[in-house]
């Protein structure tokens, strides 16, 4: 497992530049000693340039530092998670749709297209994570998004 870490650290590396952090191995599923690389990645970033897999070991991504209005939420209530998802698609899509220029210039490709920034901040794939979303809030396992 460390021999995998130190190769994707070393594949990777580049990415430290835009702000990756390799923070090392976790626990997927600790009962099971199902191992992850776990990485740290700023909000402005291209997701899609992290694999979802390296040599068999799955990686978790999780987005440090601040974040956009768009995705500041109220925790004050003790239940805010009932009322509030903070990766809501809409709040992405209000966030691509307000700063597309920044995000261009700061992702450094003044060619991408709306969806590929949606997929770039999203986790690498907007049009999944919308379905898989909009899912789960079905199934009421989310709070439907609103603009309160």
Request: net charge positive; aromatic share 10%.
């Given at each position: 497992?460390?021999?995998?870490?130190?190769?994707?650290?070393?594949?990777?590396?580049?990415?430290?530049?835009?702000?990756?952090?390799?923070?090392?191995?976790?626990?997927?599923?600790?009962?099971?000693?199902?191992?992850?690389?776990?990485?740290?990645?700023?909000?402005?970033?291209?997701?899609?340039?992290?694999?979802?897999?390296?040599?068999?070991?799955?990686?978790?991504?999780?987005?440090?530092?601040?974040?956009?209005?768009?995705?500041?939420?109220?925790r004050e209530r003790e239940d805010w998670k009932e009322f509030e998802f903070v990766w809501a698609p809409e709040r992405f899509e209000k966030y691509v749709d307000r700063c597309s220029k920044q995000i261009k210039e700061e992702l450094k490709n003044p060619d991408m297209t709306r969806e590929d920034m949606l997929s770039a901040l999203c986790f690498g794939d907007f049009q999944l994570h919308k379905t898989k979303i909009l899912r789960l809030v079905e199934e009421g396992k989310l709070p439907a998004y609103s603009q309160s």
């Open positions: 497992m460390y021999d995998t870490l130190k190769r994707f650290e070393k594949k990777y590396a580049p990415l430290k530049k835009l702000g990756l952090r390799i923070t090392g191995l976790g626990f997927a599923d600790a009962r099971k000693k199902v191992h992850v690389i776990e990485v740290t990645r700023p909000f402005m970033f291209d997701s899609r340039l992290i694999p979802k897999r390296f040599e068999g070991m799955d990686v978790r991504s999780k987005i440090s530092g601040d974040l956009p209005e768009e995705f500041i939420i109220n």
